[in-house]
Nanobody, 122 residues
Framework: QVQLVESGGGLVQAGGSLRLSCAAS????????MGWFRQAPGKERAFVAA????????FYVDSVKGRFTISRDNAKNTVYLQMNNLRPEDTAVYYC???????????????WGQGTQVTVSS
């Protein structure tokens, strides 16, 4: 089992920045690829970014490329999502998730955090 706890969400004005963290406990963190997903009201959960087990490769949805950066610190069992130049359309609950191999498919992830709210005002 892997337990995931997100933090760092909040209210920010458009153009601002937030850094989300996801702390993992349980089985070896470095055995898991990590993903960030988000769910806006009335919408399905959507892929945002993912990172391989050793952090060597990262992947992003087109709408966040150049603005968001995913990273991980395996020594701290933590994955991060640095979000810059935030837009109102980035407003959502953000979730981190874990699975053995990296993918953008939410349904294939084995473990999920409880989510953290990000609200971007215009």
């Amino acid at each position: 089992q892997v337990q995931l706890v997100e933090s760092g969400g909040g209210l920010v004005q458009a153009g601002g920045s937030l850094r989300l963290s996801c702390a993992a406990s349980g089985r070896t963190f470095s055995s898991y690829a990590m993903g960030w997903f988000r769910q806006a009201p009335g919408k399905e959960r959507a892929f945002v970014a993912a990172i391989t087990r050793n952090g060597g490769s990262t992947f992003y949805v087109d709408s966040v490329k150049g603005r968001f950066t995913i990273s991980r610190d395996n020594a701290k069992n933590t994955v991060y999502l640095q979000m810059n130049n935030l837009r109102p359309e980035d407003t959502a609950v953000y979730y981190c998730a874990a699975r053995p191999k990296v993918t953008a498919a939410a349904a294939t992830y084995d473990y999920w955090g409880q989510g953290t709210q990000v609200t971007v005002s215009s």
